[in-house]
């Protein structure tokens, strides 16, 4: 029994001095997924135990809502709300966050992404898109109480978000133009974990619609094989910007998809050709009549 107690109490000091010697960046940093009802796109509440960080906040309103609930359940302060890139399926949730959490602020890892958002906010109410969410049309002369970009979004400094209290995560954004312009990734050694944000969709089509030229779409192929070099030894869980977390494995799905997408709309006669090859190809994928959809719109002309 006595020995038991020393064993015991030998581990306990041990795990202390673990404790101890981990750096901050190295603290346990736990997550939880908020997967959404509107586009498969998923949000990523961070915790160092002690204060929250939500990666990415949704395509609507209604489901910023639940998930500004769904937060508020873990009973910790939000502090930040990182916007990994400019789609607003990522960042429309953000008016409604601001309000349920006044503490917490809207980062982004550099300017670029900042202005990748308020050039397609301005873009969406050019065209009426912004209608049904009307809080984040634009602050301007004509539209005083608008949602205000400007001083919304904070550009961190450097690469490092650090929590309250502990902590941080690492952004990484040396990436060309693919999915998005520009994209933010964040790896948590810790969870062993890729954050990789639409660089991966899992079992979801992919977008490669409006902006997403043939040569950005190469440029993603690429990464996705850096990614597959970078992480060969760590075999991450992969938690994607939308659709359900796998490993590594995803990254070949996703070269697979994107030479079978090059190849049939290379070839098709018709967007409905492509979309009929496409649906066969890839029936258990979601999103088809979005995603799917102006992917092709943009990439066969006839
Ligand atoms: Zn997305």
Redesign the pocket.
Known sequence: MIRKLIITAATSTLLLVLLACQSPQEMQIEVDVYKGGV?T?NSYIFSNGKSLIVM?VQ?ATSEAKKLAEFIEQKGLPLTHILVS?G?P??YTGMDWLLKEFPGAKVVVANEDIKQDIIGFSTWMESVGWLDTEPTLKPKSEENPDGFDYEENITVLKGNTLEFNEGGSLQLSTQYKPA??EHLTTVYVPGLNALFS??FC?SKVHL?MGAGVTNAHIQNWREQLDAFNVEFADRNPTIYP??GESSDLGLLDELIRYIDDFERVTASASSKQEAMTEMQGLYPDYAEADFLLKYSIDFHVKK
């Open positions: 586009a796109v990415d395509r890139h789609h399926d990522h999915e998005c944000s639409d969709y977008w910007g939308h």
